[in-house]
Nanobody, 123 residues
Framework: QVQLVESGGGLVQSGGSLRLSCVAS??????MAWFRQAPGKEREFVAA????????YYANSVKGRFTISRDNAKNSVDLQMNSLKPEDTAVYYC??????????????????WGQGTQVTVSS
């Protein structure tokens, strides 16, 4: 069974930086991703990393500010968040899939999820 362990959430001022980490265990995976969900809103795609072609995928809202990276030895994926804005405030979830994902950007393509970690950006 795949398990995802997240860390790094917290409170940061607008313009600051934060780094999230997610470690996977249990079974090999095809890709890992980060999603986020604010109160009253849909869970939305943030970034993804493929293990087969090593490609990176980003939502337009975070492109140029966030960077997703992987560590094969540790089976982990990190999300470096720079120039944070109050609009980035949300619960951030780590996700993984064992199968081919057509777009990498849809929550329905992922099979396993972490518990979520709160990120709060103050103005």
């Amino acid at each position: 069974q795949v398990q995802l362990v997240e860390s790094g959430g917290g409170l940061v001022q607008s313009g600051g930086s934060l780094r999230l980490s997610c470690v996977a265990s249990g079974r090999p995976f095809y890709a890992m991703a980060w999603f986020r969900q604010a109160p009253g809103k849909e869970r939305e795609f943030v970034a993804a990393r493929s293990w087969t072609d090593d490609r990176e995928y980003y939502a337009n809202s975070v492109k140029g500010r966030f960077t997703i990276s992987r560590d094969n030895a540790k089976n982990s994926v990190d999300l470096q968040m720079n120039s944070l804005k109050p609009e980035d405030t949300a619960v951030y979830y780590c996700a993984s899939t064992l199968h081919l994902a057509a777009t990498m950007r849809t929550r329905y393509e992922y099979d396993y999820w972490g518990q979520g970690t709160q990120v709060t950006v103050s103005s």
